[in-house]
C-alpha cells in the first residue's frame, strides 16, 4: 500500500517538473524566435498570385462562398454558379462518369466538387485558349482568360461581355493584395 502510495506521488512530481521544463523550454525557443528573426506583419506581404487565389476569387465574385446560392432564374447553383451544361462539359472533358451519389445538382451544391469541377473545365478551356494564342501570356493574362472562360464558356475569353466580370475578379484577387 505504501509502495504505490510512493508510486502515485513521484508521478504527480515528476509530471509537474516535466510540465514546468516544457514550459520554460517553449517560452525560450518562441522569445528567441522572435528577437533573432522578425516577421512582416501579413498586411505588407505580397506574393504572386496562384490558381487557387484565382478560384478563390471566383468563388467569392460569384457568390461570395455560400455555397447553396442560386442565380441565372436558377440555372446557376452553388459557390461557383455552376451550370447543367458546364457539368455535362466537365464529365465530357475528364471522361469521368457522373457519380451515383450525386446528381447534377446536388454536385453543384458540393464544395469540394465544385471547385474540382470549375478548376478541371476552367483549365481546359485556357490550355486550347493558349494553343490560338500566338502572343506570349502574362500570368495575369492567363488569370484573365481563366475568369472569363468561367464566366463566357470556352470562347469566353475572347467575349467583351465577359471583361467586366474579369474586373470583378482582379478587383477582389487587389483586395487580397495579390495583384496589381
Excluded at 515528476?14 to 510540465?19: E, M, S
Excluded at 517560452?27 to 498570385?49: I, K, M, W
Excluded at 441565372?72 to 458546364?86: F, P, S
Excluded at 481563366?146 to 470583378?168: F, L, Q, V
Aim: glycine share 6%.
Amino acid at each position: 500500500m505504501k509502495i504505490g502510495k510512493l508510486i502515485d506521488r513521484v508521478l504527480r512530481v515528476g509530471v509537474f517538473f516535466l510540465v514546468i521544463a516544457i514550459s520554460l523550454l517553449a517560452g525560450r525557443s518562441v522569445e528567441s524566435y522572435h528577437h533573432s528573426c522578425p516577421r512582416p506583419s501579413v498586411e505588407h506581404v505580397q506574393r504572386e498570385p496562384v490558381f487557387d487565389d484565382l478560384l478563390d476569387a471566383i468563388e467569392w465574385v460569384e457568390s461570395k462562398g455560400v455555397v447553396t446560392a442560386i442565380g441565372d432564374d436558377g440555372r446557376a447553383v452553388g459557390a461557383y454558379q455552376l451550370t447543367k451544361i458546364y457539368v455535362d462539359d466537365y464529365y465530357r472533358i475528364t471522361g469521368k462518369d457522373r457519380m451515383p451519389y450525386f446528381n447534377n445538382h446536388e454536385i453543384r451544391l458540393d464544395s469540394f466538387w465544385s471547385r474540382v469541377i470549375a478548376e478541371a473545365y476552367i483549365k481546359h478551356y485556357a490550355l486550347i485558349a493558349e494553343r490560338n494564342n500566338k502572343k506570349i501570356i502574362t500570368s495575369l493574362r492567363r488569370f484573365e482568360i481563366m475568369a472569363r472562360i468561367h464566366n463566357g464558356g470556352p470562347d469566353g475569353w475572347k467575349k467583351e461581355s465577359t471583361k467586366e466580370y474579369w474586373h470583378k475578379v482582379k478587383a477582389r484577387m487587389n483586395e487580397r493584395k495579390l495583384c496589381e
